[in-house]
């Protein structure tokens, strides 16, 4: 077959455009440290790129949630701790109340003390976590103890979505802590029923097994707050593997060998060089030169 100088030309021209795409694709592979810039880089390893990006997006999600459950749960602890210490002092002030050798002044200033202590009971009972109030239910907007009692009737789960169909409840309902009955009375009408009765000069004892079915409640809540407290922790834990081992199938499928492609960049810069030193070699000859 025939070459013709157009031929050449063409043919050059194609090959220092080839040269100049490879170099573009390792270039810009240097610029953004990923070896798939686009779908068309490679459409299999593009799918997966996709699927780990989703996965993570999702686990990193879970993990939030479960974090935000766990920070919820922390601070339900604390403000049950709190009501713990509340009650054991009102147990104390109730047998320091019921030992027989107290005038009625000692009697009236303990009473005084319980009410105060009351007071306290109503502070937990509206504890917050930002904004939203711990003990309402699912009514986290409003404060569910108001006018010297616990007014909330909300007894709904707050339940967090922390895997993948994996739902945990991470309130208390204020109801089964405030409102427990136990002779008749919750919580807050045992302790004014104790101040009642040093008021009156008589002995409370009567109310110390009352208040000790009180505590035993709260405590078993508690112990219910620090089982799903541990589970959480696990969540976490278990959501933070997960998203390392994601983040590191998705950086071996898309991140670029840095040092591989900065050498196939010089690599191809060489090759380029020589394209366009032949090129100019092979289609300066014109028939003037020949001529000449």
Not at 22 to 30: L, N, P
Not at 181 to 193: A, H, I, P, R
Not at 267 to 283: D, H
């Amino acid at each position: 077959m025939r070459v013709t100088q157009n031929m050449l030309s063409t043919q050059v021209i194609r090959n220092i455009q080839t040269n100049y795409r490879a170099m573009s694709s390792y270039q810009e592979q240097i610029s953004s440290g990923k070896a798939i810039n686009r779908v068309s880089d490679d459409p299999v390893k593009s799918v997966q790129i996709m699927s780990y990006k989703s996965a993570l997006a999702e686990t990193e999600q879970f993990k939030r949630n479960a974090e935000d459950g766990l920070n919820w749960l922390e601070t339900t602890d604390n403000a049950l701790d709190d009501l713990t210490q509340v009650l054991q002092k009102v147990r104390e002030l109730t047998v320091q109340g019921s030992n027989g050798v107290n005038n009625q002044d000692s009697l009236d200033t303990i009473a005084k003390e319980l009410k105060s202590l009351k007071g306290n009971i109503g502070d937990i009972a509206n504890a917050r976590l930002g904004d939203r109030f711990l003990f309402a239910g699912t009514d986290t907007d409003t404060a569910p103890f108001e006018n010297g009692g616990f007014v909330s009737s909300n007894d709904q789960q707050l339940n967090w979505n922390v895997g993948q169909g994996i739902y945990m409840k991470v309130n208390v309902n204020g109801t089964d802590i405030f409102n427990f009955q136990s002779g008749g009375f919750n919580l807050v009408e045992t302790v004014e029923k104790i101040a009642g009765e040093l008021e009156a000069g008589h002995d409370p004892q009567q109310y110390l097994d009352h208040l000790d079915k009180q505590l035993n409640n709260l405590l078993a809540h508690r112990s219910i707050v620090g089982s799903n407290v541990n589970q959480l922790e696990m969540m976490v834990n278990r959501h933070d593997q997960t998203e390392l081992s994601t983040k590191s199938m998705l950086s071996k499928t898309e991140d670029a060998d840095l040092t591989k492609v900065i050498t196939n960049f010089t690599t191809q810069q060489t090759v380029l060089n020589a394209a366009l030193s032949s090129g100019a070699k092979a289609i300066m000859p014109t028939l003037v030169d020949f001529l000449r």
